[in-house]
Each structure stands twice: as structure tokens, then as C-alpha cells.
């Protein structure tokens, strides 16, 4: 790379770089990891589609990683072909893969897919702006699954932000603004107006509640069981509620 001298109104010099076309930076993103167990057929589609139901924001466009570890049956480039061509007719966004054999590398590798080193699960958005602040750490891989852990928001969830609570309950103390989501495993409970979609226990906890302390919410989920702004009627809508399932029913009453 060069440079050249310029000579300035006053008589002093100075070097000017030359403009570069590009420039290259660090940057880590987060990634949503998908756990294949399995065969990707009918069965694994049923069950994704059914996910993406309960979630139906929570997954569209973000970078989608494939956890092979116990996905035996994908061996060859037409298996994943098959399967990236499926995720993208859902709007997915396969990238890579982890976990894999040499020879699922390769079958991946002819369908686009890298592969990927490491890594370690983290909750999306875990701290709003802080957790775009903090750096990255490097941590082993526990030997055992922690035990379920609340995930405490601060500060107001915007429109279009996902906030996932993936071992437990999500505490929101701030309000969450219509075009949000709230996910979790476990159970919700937002103390200020909600606006946005909650979607508790995504995993399939029956004894998840929504609790809220002004119901405006767009969807309200437990369990795969939803009620949209449509069903919520003035008894309900902009009160202090829970949500809860009773008899395969989603019911919202007032709290007192």
C-alpha cells in the first residue's frame, strides 16, 4: 500500500492514506443452534414446524446453526441439501454446522454449509444494550445441565427484539413494545405494559403463567395454546392479569 505526500497552504507536509475499499473487523454475532437428533423427515419437520409455531418470530432470519451430535442418519450431500432447501422454505437461514464427523463435514460443505468449532450457549439478548457491551469470555462446557435460572430484563424491550429465557423464567421490569417477543421455558412475568407477544413454555410446560401488569399484548402463548389481541376483552385487556392452562384451555383472569 502507498502513500502520498501533500503539500498544505501553510508549507507543512502530511502522509494521506489511501482510501481502502474495504475494511476487515472482529465481530461476534449470535446464532440460534438447532439440535438435530435424528433423521430430518416428516417427523423432525412436524415437530420444527410446530416450534416455529409457537415462536413464529423468534426464528425467521436469524443465522441457524446444526447441532449433529446425535444426527446419525445425515451422512450424504443429498441429505443435506434436502434439508437446507426445507429450512429455507421456511425461512430460515442455515449456516453452518457443529458436533459433525469428517464425512458429514464434507456432505454439509456441498450443500453450503461450514462447519464451526466451540461455541457455547447463551440466552439471546441477555442484558438489552449491556449484553452487546460485554465480551466475549471463553467458558469450558459444564459437565452437567445447570439448574433452570430466571433471565432478568432491565430495560424497555423494543419493537422487533426476541428476548428467549432458555432455562426458566423471564422477568422483565420495563414495558414491552408492540412487534416484541418474549420467550421462556418457563414462566413470564412483565411488570409494565405489554404490547408485544409472550410465549411461555415453549418446551411444553402445561404449569407455565403469564403474568403482566397491563395486558395489550399482540399473542399470548403457554404451551403451544395461544390467544391473540382479538380474543382479549375488556375484563382482561390493559389490566393486571395472569395466564394460565386449565382443562387444555388458556385462560387469562384478573389479578386482585
Known amino acids: 500500500m502507498s502513500a502520498e505526500s501533500l503539500t498544505l497552504n501553510d508549507g507543512s507536509a502530511a502522509a494521506r492514506a489511501e482510501e481502502m ?10 446464532a440460534v443452534v438447532l439440535k438435530v437428533t435424528g433423521a430430518a423427515d416428516a417427523g423432525f419437520f412436524a415437530s420444527l414446524d410446530s416450534l416455529m409455531r409457537q415462536a413464529p418470530h423468534f426464528f425467521v432470519n436469524a443465522p441457524l446453526v446444526l447441532d449433529l451430535e446425535q444426527a446419525t442418519d445425515l451422512q450424504v450431500k443429498g441429505d443435506f441439501v434436502k434439508l437446507v432447501r426445507e ?4 425461512r430460515l437461514s442455515p449456516i453452518a454446522i457443529q458436533n459433525a ?12 454449509l461450514i462447519t464451526l468449532q466451540g461455541g457455547r450457549d447463551v440466552p439471546t439478548e441477555r442484558r438489552g444494550r449491556a449484553a452487546e457491551a460485554a465480551p466475549a469470555a471463553s467458558e469450558p462446557e459444564p459437565e452437567s445441565e445447570p439448574a433452570a435460572a430466571s433471565l432478568l430484563i432491565t430495560e424497555p424491550v423494543r419493537s422487533g427484539q426476541r428476548i428467549f429465557a432458555d432455562r426458566g423464567d423471564l422477568i422483565v421490569n420495563a414495558s414491552v413494545s408492540s412487534g416484541a417477543e418474549l420467550v421462556a421455558h418457563g414462566s413470564i412475568h412483565i411488570y409494565g405494559p405489554m404490547r408485544g407477544r409472550a410465549l411461555a413454555g415453549v418446551n411444553g410446560d402445561k404449569s407455565a403463567r403469564i403474568f403482566c ?3 395489550e399484548a399482540e399473542l399470548i402463548a403457554i404451551a403451544g ?6 380474543d382479549l376483552g375488556p375484563t382482561v385487556r390493559k389490566k393486571r392479569v395472569q395466564a394460565f392452562l386449565r382443562d387444555q384451555t388458556l385462560c387469562v383472569e384478573p389479578l386482585k
Do not use: H
Request: proline residues 3%; glycine residues 8%.
Open 21 to 30: 475499499p474495504l475494511q476487515v473487523r472482529s465481530r461476534s454475532f449470535t
Open 101 to 112: 464427523s469428517a464425512d458429514q463435514g464434507i456432505a454439509a460443505f456441498g450443500a453450503g
Open 225 to 230: 395454546l395461544y390467544l391473540t389481541s382479538d
Open 87 to 90: 429450512l429455507r422454505a421456511r
Open 213 to 215: 401488569q397491563s395486558l
